[in-house]
């Protein structure tokens, strides 16, 4: 069972905002980085961003991202936020948080993954 729960996800209009969040238990934050990955049919979980386990590096790894995603990180509620800005329909994806001990874009150095998110962005 996963020790990572996520919420926000939801449907939006393009141009919306959605904020996602992924909670851990206490104290995990402080030791394993956390990244949000993304997922669509048929194809491979993609990085889209992460922040290390002091909190003080934050990472972007999709080009169509930048500008419009911002992580932050709540230590006293151990949730990391993926503020999500201008959605497009390519943001539509099932979106994913994961521990890793340190941030990376390859899902494989994640060893904990939380259920998912839907995120569907339609007019």
């Known amino acids: 069972q996963s020790q990572l729960v996520e919420s926000g996800g939801g449907l939006v209009q393009p141009g919306g905002s959605l904020t996602l969040s992924c909670t851990a238990p206490?104290?995990?934050?402080?030791?394993?980085?956390l990244g949000w990955f993304r997922q669509t049919p048929g194809r491979e979980r993609e990085g889209v961003s992460c922040?290390?386990?002091?909190?003080?590096?934050?990472?972007y790894y999709l080009e169509s991202v930048k500008g419009r995603f911002t992580i932050s990180r709540d230590s006293g509620k151990n949730t990391v936020y993926l503020q999500m800005n201008n959605l497009t329909p390519e943001d539509t994806a099932i979106y994913y948080c994961?521990?890793?001990?340190?941030?990376?874009?390859?899902?494989?150095?994640?060893?904990?993954w939380g259920q998912g998110t839907q995120v569907t962005v339609s007019s």
């Open positions: 922040i290390s386990s002091t909190g003080e590096s934050t990472y």
């Open positions: 206490p104290f995990t934050l402080d030791y394993y980085a």
């Open positions: 994961g521990l890793s001990r340190v941030c990376s874009d390859y899902q494989h150095d994640y060893s904990d």
